[in-house]
């Protein structure tokens, strides 16, 4: 175990640690039940998999965090405040990518900036920057509608990472991406959390995913969503990336995870 | 592809500017006169200035009333849109307005507001202002929510969403109700000018229509036409160069 | 065949003894039908165009101008108009170089305004032009303008809407045609029997009219277009053809040779005919044979 | 619009403007503006009569035909240069074109090539209404999500099925929008097409009764030609409510 | 290796097997040359996987195998046909879903038999058949706005299966939906191609599920796109599914391919 691992794996959550916190939420839509009376701690620094069969109500919890839904009970603690609508702490990449059409990829990219208020040309700066480190140097003035899905999908995610939030939430952020961007994608996040002390909550479906990145994992089941386990994986990343799959203790994780989702659809 | 485009207009125009000349010299009435007489008059006016003045005075409550509806209408349009309590106390009085048969009414404007330029630019903001209100409202309900969500989540004051999600979103709408906005008010404009006092282009046509000239007639008809026409494709252009990405092509290409 | 006439403005007072013509040329076995135009130039086209076959107006400038041969086979009405204007001014010389508000450029007002300034030789100030008669009424009532030309109804509407503000100015004598019937040559000479039907049925009534002006309203037909209106218009039949017959608005004869002369005259003093009225040739513009068969 | 857990219905806020007019009404600040409940007593007392009846089936006729007309010819058309360049680079320019027309003025070409019947106050009403239906149909066409295009292709959509299935409803929230306003306008057309061509119906009502002043009677007509235009707008409006729940969900 | 398996070791593409053939197709959008001079053989009964960067052109390739963007040049081929439009021949999978927003699940499902002119409770019946299969039943009556993204996806993977097509185009599928779904779809996918004979042609982000699903991978390297290699996998299924991730063979497959992507990228 690294230096910085073994860190993490002792600052077990305490108060001030917790950067998100949700307390007894629920949350219908109508007749159906999306959560229930559903707690969780998100620590400070670490990054957080959300992991549930699709429908289990993954998207609605983040976007409550985020502050977009409005939840019928129960508390969300964000810093240590009550938070009820949407703040500058939170950046939020979306399921569906949520581009503007009319925009171009610059202006796409810089839309938090400019919601900011932050100058022309320095928010262009900044969202060149992302645009280059998503890997869409070129595409600056295209439309969305001239982008393929994987494109489109990174431009949500330059957008996000710009307005340098200290709260990431991630709905499926890596679905329509390949392999290397979303292993160099994995690469970025690991150290946006140690070097920079984000919090992400991060949405995946994919278990092996989960269990490289993750500081701890939520497995939710569905309806009512509620917290069925929750998982620190605390795997040794200095093996390098490429030979961890081979790791029996990384594959062990795995199939546990799968085991216990599997368990319940059966 | 440009190209194309152009040919076809004016290959279309000459069919119907031709058809236009045959109808006169068949003639299919006696009030009914040649393409080439009618041009030929225009000509007349043009090169003696007639035509110039009488824009001069046909402009004025043309574009004072098309401004004023530009921007009261889109705000109205808007704040209908946007909030159920104005479009419920807001909306009926569009719709009258929308409705009302101007020529009847034109009595209760010269009463209220005169012979001169305010009635005028009255009649062309009634005609005009109904059409751009009610488009931009419908259009404001229609914006995609998952684009307010995103920019809810970057922390988008109520007025940026409206500037930068549902104005966009809503500018093809609001634009086609501008055009239209735009043409009523040069009916408006036309009426008044032939109801109320007749000046300007509606003292040309109304006239040459008493003296039997119709040729000019049809010429002043005709340079309103041209003039309404290369005002829209301005606004078109000025629409495709503010949201050029919401043009998302034709199916067919 | 059905005779088909396009009417100048929508059937009121006015227009009263003209459907009690209708009435009698019906009973004699002529068939028609009407439309209403919203003004004389439409009825003007509608002949034109050969979608009408009788219409409502005063088209020596179409005559002239256009290639139809558009000739007029009855007088409607003269050119009776009065000039309005607030109390101040009592007499048509005080208008010199005052503003009055017109019909419409070239329109019959502006050939009386034109006329006046001739014959009293004086000059009007600027002319403002306020189609419709009505409108002018309301203009008027609001203060927009002192002095303006109305027709009879709307003159003996706007003294008994105001009239401790506007009095009558005193006129001389027109006998020029405001309202005409006309029809295209060809078609009269086609139709000759029908044309001649309708003549004299007219004539019959203008003479009727003549001794006594409420024989329209007694006469017209309560299922008809002018027993449908209003009682408050029905109301003021009487008094209405009273005024107009002493105030010699008809003449029974159905205008004839003299109403063509004057014509003549007044259309080229006003601009709407060129040429010298005594080189002008009245058989270019209008039709005498049925007025002459039902006046003999 | 909903006062304290009340919904209230969509048109009565015309209540507080009918009061607003009572009150000015009775003031007697103009005699154009004769109070709300004279009015109302006029209409009662002509509403049966023959004349009335008789201008009220002519302006009807002529309204619901010309609305037909605009709406059977102006959705396909709408459509048809929505989705393809070269229809909407031959027909665009003339769309423009009478849009931009000032109707008014196109009156007489209309009555000399059309006649002064029923026939060209009719195609006066389309022309008023349909333009904005061509215009927003066209617009919403052009939004569609090209996908669902291609979805539907992909599937063997013939031309009608994709026209039917896809185009129509996808593009359905503009149309409705485009309909609200074209028919409204029809309304106007209608009686400028009876004032300006041959005065019939409620347009020599009005001219009548403008010209004798009688505002009450004016007046009476008005409101029932504002009914008309309330029926129709609250019936789209409400087809309109039908469709928003996907018509904020397209992307 | 299973008895089914060296039966299609063997069978290698003889002209009759060859259900769709792409010959030199080139595709430029504008600028941006999406295909040069591609070409590509798709076996009859197998399933292809489709591998390669973001915006190197998969699902322009797999729309015009569908018939739904012209070429600039070169020819399609399928079942020896030459085609240039849609055909009932082959259903297609979006990436981005394509529902109708205004249909029920019902309606979106039986979109495809609707539009074939099939009978209402015949096409619902089948539609019911499939919802059920991609675990919707209870949302028959939902609409699209209703549903999680993962539900989305199910949708139009159950309308495009439901027209009983036999060459079916997917562009990746099962971006949205959980592991367990995931891995359910793939045992119902490889079961259509061993008992139906379907052709599957198909775009994935996952060199793992190429890998475990695929008979033939074709490796695609972009702008302008070609094919970089096409690998025949030839894994060993009948070890279960659990047991696949530690297999070497498997394993070794991965990397290879993996080293192969990477290797383009730096
Ligand atoms: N309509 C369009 N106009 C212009 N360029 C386009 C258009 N559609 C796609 N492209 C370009 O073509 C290239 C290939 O796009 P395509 O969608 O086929 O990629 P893809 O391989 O499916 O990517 P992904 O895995 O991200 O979905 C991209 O560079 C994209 O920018
Ligand atoms: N607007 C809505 N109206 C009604 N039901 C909804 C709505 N949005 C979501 N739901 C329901 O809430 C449940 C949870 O949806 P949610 O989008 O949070 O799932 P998810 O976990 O994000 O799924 P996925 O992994 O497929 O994205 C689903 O059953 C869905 O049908
Ligand atoms: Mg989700
Ligand atoms: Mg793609």
Redesign the pocket.
């Known amino acids: 175990m690294s230096q910085t691992e073994s860190a993490f794996a002792n600052a077990h959550p305490t108060e001030q640690d917790i950067a998100v916190s949700i307390r007894g939420v629920s949350k219908n ?2 007749a ?1 039940e ?1 959560l229930k009376d559903m707690s969780l701690d998100f620590p400070r620094g670490q990054l957080t998999s959300l992991l ?12 409550i965090i985020a502050g977009l839904l409005k939840h019928d009970s129960g508390e969300i603690i964000v810093n240590g405040k009550n938070v009820t609508g949407p703040g500058p702490n939170r950046a939020f990449v979306f ?1 569906d990518f949520a581009l503007l059409p009319w925009a171009t990829v610059m202006r796409n990219v810089a839309f938090g900036l400019e919601l900011r208020g932050v100058p022309r040309s320095e928010r262009e700066d900044k969202a060149e920057k992302y645009i280059k480190g998503v890997g869409l140097a070129g595409f600056e003035n295209a439309y969305p509608h001239e982008l393929s899905g994987g494109m489109r999908q990174r431009v949500g995610l330059a957008r996000a990472l710009s307005v340098d939030a200290n709260v990431l939430l991630l ?2 952020p890596f679905s329509a991406v390949d392999e290397q961007t979303r292993r160099k994608f994995q690469e970025d996040l690991l150290s946006l959390v140690a070097n920079e002390k984000k919090t992400f909550i991060f ?1 995946t ?1 994919s278990i092996e995913e989960a269990v490289y990145c993750s500081d701890q994992i939520a497995l ?1 089941l ?2 009512p ?1 509620r917290v069925h386990e929750m998982i620190r994986p605390q795997i040794d990343r200095s093996k390098g990336v490429d030979n961890i799959p081979r790791e029996p203790e990384y594959l062990d994780i795995v199939d546990q995870i799968w085991a216990s989702l599997r368990a319940y659809v059966e | 592809m440009q190209n194309r485009a152009l040919y076809l207009k004016v290959l279309s125009a000459l069919l119907v500017f031709g058809a236009w000349e045959i109808a006169g010299r068949i003639p299919v009435s006696y009030a009914f006169p040649t393409f080439l007489e009618s041009m030929a008059a225009l000509a007349r006016m043009t090169f003696d200035g007639s035509i110039f003045v009488a824009y001069a005075e046909t402009l004025k409550p043309l574009v004072v009333g098309v401004a004023i509806s530009t921007f009261l209408g889109i705000g109205f349009g808007l704040w209908i849109g946007l909030s159920a309590r104005f479009d419920w106390l807001f909306s009926p009085i569009f719709i009258v307005m929308q409705a009302a048969p101007l020529a009847a009414l034109i009595p209760l404007l010269v009463m209220a507001y005169g012979i001169g330029l305010t009635s005028k630019v009255f009649v062309v903001c009634i005609m005009s202002m109904p059409v751009i209100v009610l488009s931009t409202s419908s259009a404001v309900r229609n914006t995609p929510a998952s684009m307010k969500e995103m920019a809810k989540s970057f922390l988008a004051k109520d007025y940026e969403i409206l500037l930068k999600i549902i104005i966009p979103a809503a500018s093809p709408m609001i634009f086609s109700g501008l055009r239209l906005g735009v043409s009523a008010g040069f009916i408006g404009a036309i009426l008044s000018e032939l109801k109320i006092t007749p000046t300007g282009v509606g003292d040309i046509i109304s006239y040459s229509r008493s003296i039997a000239d119709y040729p000019s007639m049809y010429a002043a008809i005709f340079s309103i036409i041209v003039l309404a026409v290369l005002f829209l494709n301005l606004l078109e252009k000025t629409e495709n160069y503010l949201f050029k990405g919401n043009d998302r092509g034709y199916v067919t290409d | 065949e059905t005779l088909r006439i396009a009417l100048a403005e929508t059937p009121s007072d006015e227009l009263a003894a003209f459907f009690v013509a209708l009435d009698r040329a019906k009973a004699n076995g002529l068939d028609y039908e009407w439309t209403a135009f919203s003004d004389e130039e439409l009825a003007i086209q509608a002949i034109l165009s050969g979608q009408m076959d009788i219409g409502f107006g005063t088209p020596y400038s179409a005559m002239q101008r256009s290639r139809a041969p558009i000739r007029i086979i009855f007088q409607l009405s003269k050119l009776k108009f009065f000039p309005v204007a607030v109390k101040e001014y009592t007499d048509l010389s005080q208008l010199d170089g005052k503003p009055i508000m017109l019909h419409s450029r070239g329109g019959g007002t502006d050939s009386i305004a034109n006329v006046i300034e001739d014959r009293m030789g004086i000059e009007l100030g600027e002319r403002s032009y306020v189609p419709g008669s009505s409108n002018r009424v309301v203009a008027m009532l609001a203060g927009q303008a002192e002095a303006t030309i109305l027709d009879l109804s709307n003159k003996n509407k706007i003294i008994a809407e105001a009239g401790d503000r506007f009095n009558v100015l005193p006129m001389f004598d027109v006998d020029a045609s405001d309202e005409a019937l006309f029809a295209n040559l060809d078609w009269i000479q086609e139709n000759e029997d029908q044309v001649n039907i309708l003549v004299a049925a007219l004539v019959s009534v203008w003479q009727d009219v003549a001794k006594d002006p409420t024989i329209v309203s007694r006469e017209t037909n309560p299922d008809g277009p002018i027993g449908q209106l209003p009682a408050e218009i029905l109301a003021q039949l009487d008094g209405f053809y009273t005024e107009a017959v002493a105030g010699g608005l008809y003449d029974p004869n159905g205008g004839g040779r003299t109403a063509a002369m004057a014509d003549l005259e007044w259309y080229a003093a006003s601009g709407q005919l060129d040429g010298d009225p005594s080189e002008l040739n009245i058989d270019d513009f209008w039709y005498m044979a049925p007025l002459d068969a039902a006046t003999k | 619009m909903v006062i304290m857990g009340y919904k209230l219905p969509n048109m009565s806020s015309l209540l507080i403007w009918g009061l607003l007019w009572e009150i000015i009404g009775q003031t007697g600040l103009t005699f154009f503006v004769p109070p709300l409940s004279e009015v109302f007593v006029t209409l009662f007392k002509i509403i049966g009569t023959p004349a009335f009846v008789k201008a009220l089936t002519e302006t009807a006729q002529a309204f619901l035909a010309g609305v037909f007309f605009a709406i059977a010819i102006g959705i396909p058309v709408g459509i048809f240069m929505g989705r393809s360049r070269l229809l909407d680079e031959l027909l665009l320019p003339w769309v423009n074109i009478f849009v931009s027309a000032p109707l008014t003025a196109l009156v007489p070409v209309l009555m000399v090539l059309f006649g002064f019947g029923m026939k060209s106050i009719i195609i006066t009403t389309t022309l008023f209404g349909i333009w904005i239906i061509i215009l927003n149909t066209r617009a919403g066409v052009r939004q569609i999500n090209r996908s669902l295009i291609e979805m539907s292709r992909s599937f063997g959509a013939s031309q009608f099925d994709a026209f039917t299935k896809v185009y129509f409803w996808a593009a359905l929230p503009e149309i409705l929008g485009g309909v609200r306003i074209g028919v409204i306008r029809a309304v106007k057309g209608v009686i400028i097409g009876q004032l300006l061509i041959s005065i019939v119906g409620f347009g020599a009502l009005f001219e009548l009764y403008a010209s004798n002043f009688l505002m009450s009677h004016f007046w009476a007509v008005l409101i029932v030609l504002f009914a008309l235009a309330f029926s129709i707008s609250e019936f789209l409006g409400y087809l309109e409510r039908r469709v928003s729940y996907y018509a904020a969900n397209r992307s």
């Open positions: 839509y109508g159906v999306a549930g069969p699709s429908g289990c109500g993954k998207t609605t919890l983040l976007k399921q709905d499926e949405v479906h939710l569905p309806r969503s």
